[in-house]
């Protein structure tokens, strides 16, 4: 890997302790605090789509959308994943809608 592919754990590592520093043990509200940081967290219905798509992050209007029909568990992850690439500002190359990232994810 070089170095603009590699992936940088330690930045990672401390954005998650800077997002949960006020929580001393699990679970970790991850809803409040991608909500408290001003991504607003949509729970949707992917339709046909709902067994391959988790989630994804419009970059745009701050929004994350999960899948209203995964387990709370998959959920917290979801927005845990789609939180951090928010605050790393990962863009895909051209704006996409919601419905363009759901069929580049199938």
Request: hydrophobic share 35%; glycine share 4%.
């Amino acid at each position: 890997m070089n170095v603009l592919t590699r992936p940088r754990w330690d930045h990672a590592a401390s954005k998650a302790n800077e997002l949960t520093a006020d929580f001393s043990s699990p679970p970790i509200p991850v809803y409040e605090i991608a909500e408290r940081n001003g991504v607003n967290v949509v729970f949707v219905d992917f339709g046909e789509h709902a067994e391959s798509v988790s989630g994804l992050c419009d970059f745009k209007s701050a929004r994350i959308y999960v899948n209203k029909d995964d387990s709370p568990e998959r959920q917290a992850f979801t927005m845990g994943h789609e939180r951090l690439c928010c605050a790393k500002g990962k863009k895909p190359r051209r704006p996409l809608s919601p419905d363009a990232l759901i069929q580049r994810a199938l």
